[in-house]
């Protein structure tokens, strides 16, 4: 229901823009969305990397990425967006979407409040 795609190979202070196709539901009927990421050999990491509420009036960016990504919706193309600008190695991971029904202005941004969860996406930065 969800695909995340975009990810590949980037040079530190390059962008990427990862993207997630949403299918079965409609992202204007209420669905707050989240992007999270796995470094390698690491656990899925908990926080969010990005956070959208359902009403999209608020976003949630984990201070790392803070003024160098971006979260936004296409709601004619059910897809979210997260445009990676200024990319370290430390970004270097697969990363996924997700959502959850509801919250109203409220984002959620720990991993466990999502219900949908796509298959993610690899980035690498290379230095």
């Known amino acids: 229901q969800l695909q995340a795609s975009g990810g590949g190979l980037a040079q530190a202070g390059g962008s990427l823009r990862l993207s997630c196709a949403i299918s079965?539901?409609?992202?204007?009927?209420?669905?707050?969305i989240g992007w999270f990421r796995q470094a390698p050999g690491k656990e899925r990491e908990d926080e969010g990397v990005?956070?959208?509420?359902?009403?999209?009036?608020?976003?949630y960016y984990m201070a790392s990425v803070k003024g160098r990504f971006t979260i936004s919706r296409d709601s004619a193309k059910n897809t979210v967006y997260l445009q990676m600008n200024n990319l370290k190695p430390e970004d270097t991971a697969v990363y996924y979407c997700?959502?959850?029904?509801?919250?109203?202005?409220?984002?959620?941004?720990?991993?466990?409040?999502?219900?949908?969860w796509g298959r993610g996406t690899l980035v690498t930065v290379s230095s």
């Open positions: 997700a959502a959850v029904e509801g919250g109203g202005s409220f984002y959620y941004t720990r991993a466990i409040f999502y219900h949908h």
């Open positions: 990005s956070c959208a509420s359902s009403k999209w009036d608020n976003t």
């Open positions: 079965g539901f409609t992202l204007d009927d209420g669905y707050a």
